[in-house]
Each structure stands twice: as C-alpha cells, then as structure tokens.
C-alpha cells in the first residue's frame, strides 16, 4: 500500500497506468486508522483507474474527529476574538457528543431536527440553540472546503430560531439595581457600575490599562476591539471618575489587576455574580436554604448592565447612531434589537411630534394665506 504519513495524517500517492494519485485521507496516522486509510487509498486507485479524479470524492471523516481539527483551525482565526472561540467550542461540544462517529458528509435535515429536539427536551434557551446552529454552520463551511460533506444541511432547516425568541435580554429595574448593587462588593461591584455608567463590555474594561483613563479630561479610551467602530473615546460620568481615581492607585498598569498572576488582569468575575445572585434568590431556614419565588427573585446576565445602559440611553431621547457609537458597534441592526423603547417612552415620543406639528401649523397661520392660494368662504 502506497501510504505514508504527513503533518500527523495518512496520506496516499501512487502511479497506475502513467497517472499519478495522491491526497490526505484526513486521518491521524494511527495504527487504529490504518485500515480505514488503507481502504480509501484501494477505493481512490480503482477511481484512476477509471479515468476519474479521485479528489471528487468526498473525504469521510467522523463528525466528532472533524469537529476538533475545525476548532484547532478556528482557534487560530479567532485569536483576537477569544470570546466567539470559546462559544463555538461550547457549542461544538454539544454537537460531537449528540453526533459522534456519524460521518460530515452522511449528517442529514433530519438529524438536525433530532439534535434541537434534543435541546429543547433539556430546557436550553432558544439563543443558546441558535449559536449551536451558527457554530455548525461555520463548521460545515469548513468542511465543504476540506472535503468532507458536499452541502451545509443546516440552510435546508425549515425552522430556525427566531430573532425575537434567541435574544436573551433583561433590563434591570431600579429596584433590582439596588437590590443586586447592594450585595455586590469589590471588582464585581466596580466592574458592574462601570457598565452601567459607560456601557463597555466587561472584557473591555477587564483588560484596560491605566493609559486609557484621562481623568483630567474625563476620557476613557477603548483601545482594543473587534471593530473600528469598538475601538472608541467616551466621556466618564461623575461616578466612573470617582471609581477610576480609587482604582488608578492600585500600584499595577491594569485597572483590574488579577490578584494571583502580578502584571496580568482579572478574565472574569462570572463566578462572583452567579454567587451574588444565589444569596439574593436564596433565603435562610434553619441550616438549609431555601430558593425564592419566581417574583421575588433577581435573574440577569452581567451584560444586561449594558444592554440596561442602552436602554436608558434611549429612553433619554438619545439617537440611535450615538448609542451605536457609545456602545462601539459599526451599524444599528445590533442596537435596534435591544433598544426596544417602552410604551410610556413611544407616547412622550408622539406627544412631542403633535406639539411640533402644532407649532409648525401656528407659524404657518401668523404669515397668513400663501401667495397664489385662494379663500374658501
């Protein structure tokens, strides 16, 4: 058998009848794949043989060994975006342990049907589902690249998650604010009134260093970002100055030093809320506690502090382009999706607009009739 191996794969070349044959099987050049490579490297001869291109047959790969080299190729795509990596290895996870050895090529509709069936029979939320589905859609791009499926079966699914049903958005109340900022202390408690005040992302101001505070000119510079637009100068509230010039004398260059690695900062405080969190939805009975009810509890994800920020910001009269600026995104189709404005704030809205048209039609009546016009009596 003419195979050999090559970067940690088993690859096959071999000359019959004056041609030359040669590719990768995609397997790991293990003592397990070798029969299987052994067998495409007889199946891709017969195909010379023929007079065929061996290369127009599909690669069969198994979907939970596809899935790694994806993410390892995707990693390195995503090194700027460390964030987008690690949800789509999340989602891949849940995908390889639902589709193990099935074939890239053999996933069908309905095999994807099956798999959000599955899902929803767990109670995972709808945005959770849907970036399972976009992490397999990135992942079969992939794998029509490297040969391993002909199609993306997941833009045949008939039913995707909607807009409205996937995005997860709660906006605190003032009583919530209160509740979950009076149990909150230290880098939680800075970190959240800081999106609240400025609307960063937490990244964004976990890893900010000390340069891009000016509080002489109440600036804070957003250095790094996934875009143009996330790279951003934004003007500091009195209360983000006053939680700046605490923490700028803190003896490190970051504004959140990690109090285990000297000269890096914190990654995250995910644990800290979730432990928030569970004191406040909890109450004490004899040794035990005890969980509260559905009304009474407080549930959010960090990042609601910015989309509350957002919202605010909205129902303030701000303009949609400037929250779209103060927020760092590059248009307004992110923004209109959790910029909802209330009811109260659609009537104000009406309300000025009938007052300007009746200040309009005033002015028009002090010039009296328009030249030209005529008077109907």
Not at 43 to 54: I, T
Not at 240 to 250: P, V
Not at 277 to 284: F, G, P, S
Request: aromatic content about 6%; charged content about 25%.
């Amino acid at each position: 058998m003419a195979l050999r191996k090559k970067n940690g794969k088993w690859h096959w070349r071999f000359q019959v009848g004056g041609r030359t044959g040669s590719g990768s099987t995609g397997f790991a050049a293990t003592r397990q794949n070798k029969p299987k490579a052994e067998k495409m490297e007889v199946e891709s001869r017969a195909l010379v043989m023929e007079g065929r291109n061996p290369h127009d047959r599909l690669v069969v790969r198994p979907f939970g060994e596809a899935a790694k080299d994806f993410l390892k190729w995707e990693e390195g795509e995503c090194r700027e975006h460390p964030n987008t990596h690690r949800r789509l290895a999340t989602s891949s996870a849940s995908l390889a342990a639902f589709l193990g050895n099935v074939p890239v090529s053999a996933v069908t509709e309905g095999m994807l049907k099956d798999f959000k069936s599955a899902r929803r029979k767990n109670a995972i939320k709808e945005v959770t589902l849907r970036h399972d589905l976009y992490a397999l859609s990135k992942f079969f791009q992939y794998a029509i690249r490297q040969r391993w499926a002909a199609k993306n079966p997941v833009r045949s699914l008939e039913e995707m998650p909607s807009d409205a049903s996937a995005i997860r958005i709660h906006v605190l109340t003032a009583t919530e604010e209160k509740v979950y900022f009076n149990g909150a202390t230290g880098d939680l408690r800075d970190l959240g009134r800081l999106m609240l005040n400025q609307g960063c992302r937490p990244e964004e101001l976990l890893g900010l260093r000390h340069s891009g505070v000016d509080l002489l000119n109440r600036k804070l510079r957003i250095q790094r970002g996934k875009t143009k637009a996330a790279r951003r100068t934004l003007t500091l509230t009195q209360e983000s100055m006053q939680i700046f010039a605490r923490r700028l004398n803190n003896g490190s260059q970051g504004v959140f030093p990690s109090p285990k690695c000297s000269g890096r900062s914190i990654r995250r405080v995910n644990s800290q809320h979730h432990a928030v969190l569970y004191i406040l939805n909890h109450v004490k009975v004899g040794d035990e506690s005890k969980g509260k009810s559905p009304e009474e509890q407080v549930q959010f994800v960090l990042y609601d502090l910015r989309h509350t920020f957002a919202r605010r910001l909205a129902e303030k009269g701000v303009d949609l382009p400037s929250i779209a600026a103060i927020l760092g995104h590059s248009g307004l189709r992110i923004v209109g999706r959790y910029v909802h404005p209330t009811a109260k704030h659609s009537e104000e809205a009406m309300l000025r607009y009938d007052a300007g048209l009746l200040e309009a039609q005033k002015g028009r009546a002090s010039f009296g009739p328009v030249a030209g016009s005529k008077s109907v009596n």
